[in-house]
Antibody
């Protein structure tokens, strides 16, 4: 059974940093591109980043480019999202997904003073 | 960026009836390989999104045949036949033709 489990969320102040993790199991993690998608409270879905299976390519939404960094450790079956210079508009549920076929349960990030 | 525009539904939809959700893209989603890169998702209340169809009309594993995607170029439709209570939620279309990937704003389906 495929499982994606996000962690690392919480309440932080504007301008601070946070690093999310997504641990994968039940599939060959090292063979798949992985995505981060977020959803602000009561809002729609926003794709924010993709990393290729071998980390050779990374793509970002304009809203996070230069502030967020996606990375992975295939030896640990883990996907990361390092978030810097956080803003109130980054407040959202953050999901990781495997080629959009499988999604984690999400982790909440709240940016507030 | 490609803008995805979704239509609304005349909610609530009576159980057993059909419902069709439209989605338009600001640019053709046909790639050079001939495939059309349009996904549909359902997000039930309190749950993570679930992939329903990809490449416009290919159903994801385990998805009911009651869900059928169609369309081409810039106009797409998701038809839900014989709607059931479990189909309630918000439906999203998404283009994966080019980066940044973009979603529609969502279409809510309520069942009567």
């Amino acid at each position: 059974e495929v499982q994606l489990v996000e962690s690392g969320g919480g309440l932080v102040k504007p301008g601070s940093s946070l690093k999310l993790s997504c641990v994968a199991s039940g599939f060959t993690f090292s063979s798949y591109g992985m995505h981060w998608i977020r959803q602000a409270p009561k809002k729609g879905l926003e794709w924010i980043a993709l990393i290729y299976y071998d980390s050779s390519n990374k793509y970002y939404a304009d809203s996070v480019k230069g502030r967020f960094t996606i990375s992975r450790d295939n030896s640990k079956n883990t996907l990361y999202l390092e978030m810097n210079s956080l803003r109130s508009e980054d407040t959202a549920m953050y999901y990781c997904a495997n080629a959009f076929t499988d999604w984690g349960q999400g982790v909440m990030v709240t940016v507030s003073s | 960026d490609i803008v995805m525009t979704q239509g609304a539904l005349p909610n609530p939809v009576p159980s057993g009836e059909s419902a069709s959700i439209t989605c338009r893209s600001s640019k053709s989603l046909v790639y050079k390989d001939g495939k059309t890169y349009l996904n549909w998702f359902l997000q039930r209340p309190g749950q993570s999104p679930q992939l329903l169809t990809y490449w416009t009309s290919t159903r994801a594993s385990g998805v009911s045949e009651r869900f059928s995607g169609s369309g081409s170029g810039t106009y797409f439709t998701l038809k839900i036949s014989r709607v059931r209570a479990e189909d309630a939620g918000v439906y999203y279309c998404q283009q994966v033709r080019e980066y940044p990937l973009t979603f529609g704003s969502g279409t809510k389906l309520e069942i009567k």
